[in-house]
């Protein structure tokens, strides 16, 4: 399965829905492309990984790589509605100490100050 991305804004902050496999390859440059182009525009995203079936060592990579763009920025990424697998995977990985977890998108998007992202 492809990874499918699409975005929508929520009390203005960005909210880029992935479904599919983030692994190695197409999906993990898919991603990784799309999200940086969002960081440049000083947006907070919130990544809803609720349709994220499976991720590799790639995919974590992408990740790490775009929580490190997006510190560097000015910005910020947080993971919302992770899946018993995914949020299993970065429990074991220690990543759950490195990315803001939200159990709701909507605990996500109330995290950020009001007018954060305007």
Do not use: H, W
């Not at 790490?64 to 299993?88: E, H």
């Amino acid at each position: 399965m492809q990874l499918r991305l699409s975005t929508r804004t929520v009390n203005g902050v960005l909210i880029v829905d992935c479904a599919g496999r983030i692994v190695f390859g197409e999906e993990s440059a898919y991603l990784r492309d799309m999200v940086k182009k969002l960081i440049a525009e000083k947006q907070n995203l919130v990544l809803n990984l609720s349709g994220v079936t499976y991720i590799d060592s790639g995919g974590l990579g992408t990740l790490v790589a775009l929580y490190i763009t997006a510190r560097n920025n000015g910005s910020s990424i947080k993971l919302a509605n992770l899946t018993q697998r995914v949020g299993d995977l970065l429990q074991v990985t220690k990543l759950v100490t490195i990315f803001d977890v939200y159990d709701s998108e909507q605990k996500a998007v109330d995290s950020y100050p009001k007018g954060a992202a305007a």
